[in-house]
T-cell receptor, first 113, second 113 residues
Framework: SQQGEEDPQALSIQEGENATMNCSYK?????LQWYRQNSGRGLVHLIL?????REKHSGRLRVTLDTSKKSSSLLITASRAADTASYFC?????????????FGAGTRLAVHP | GAGVSQTPSNKVTEKGKYVELRCDPI?????LYWYRQSLGQGPEFLIY????????DSGLPNDRFFAVRPEGSVSTLKIQRTERGDSAVYLC???????????FGPGTRLTVL
């Protein structure tokens, strides 16, 4: 079973607009990571936010984490057609001592020129 | 440098057959992970190796699935008596440490007829 749930399941926007995706999870975590996937194949790591961090930026990406609500959001600013992909949040549960990621079902983002 | 590679990229087999899926991690990465991704879902954890030993195989669905990493580098996921429900994309990932970014391969798409 998957721990994370992304919202929305699908998002369609125009180039230049911002895209916001949300993720909720169930158990305590060491960190939360966001990945991108094109065409159902390999995933690319975007950003990692630790449980003691609240916000993190990387280029056009902004991630927030609210551990009290067990939720995170990914904001992509000034979107481009090349941002079209599926985006997954993945949690590293606070147990086991290693990076056993638990993924959500993902948000499918479509950016139209 | 080279990323994680997986072979074959596609595998079509008949129900009941045996298959082997190979993963070549990034050189020097001690941690190696196998995930399975069904259509429209996020990856699901199968097994994790630290060095040569399987540190956690709790995600393997049943005893038809087995994975090895004899020299602490290349790993092989083995599936016996394949069933149609085994059809999915099998993803391999590796990382330097027990926490942080995982580098994913392109996956092997397994189709069981």
């Amino acid at each position: 079973s998957q721990q994370g749930e992304e919202d929305p399941q699908a998002l369609s926007i125009q180039e230049g607009e911002n895209a916001t995706m949300n993720c909720s999870y169930k158990t305590s975590i060491n960190n939360l990571q966001w990945y991108r996937q094109n065409s159902g194949r390999g995933l690319v790591h975007l950003i990692l936010i630790r449980s003691n961090e609240r916000e993190k930026h990387s280029g056009r990406l902004r991630v927030t984490l609210d551990t009290s609500k067990k939720s995170s959001s990914l904001l992509i600013t000034a979107s481009r057609a090349a941002d079209t992909a599926s985006y997954f949040c993945a949690t590293d549960p606070f147990s086991g001592g290693y990076n056993k990621l638990i993924f959500g079902a993902g948000t499918r983002l479509a950016v139209h020129p | 440098g080279a990323g994680v590679s997986q072979t074959p990229s596609n595998k079509v087999t008949e129900k009941g057959k045996y298959v082997e899926l190979r993963c070549d991690p990034i050189s020097g990465h001690t941690a190696l992970y196998w995930y399975r991704q069904s259509l429209g879902q996020g990856p699901e954890f199968l097994i994790y190796f630290q060095g040569t030993g399987a540190a956690d195989d709790s995600g393997l669905p049943n005893d038809r699935f087995f994975a090895v990493r004899p020299e602490g580098s290349v790993s092989t996921l083995k599936i016996q008596r394949t069933e149609r429900g085994d059809s999915a994309v099998y993803l391999c990932a590796s990382s330097w440490e027990l926490e942080g970014e995982q580098f994913f391969g392109p996956g092997t798409r397994l189709t069981v007829l």
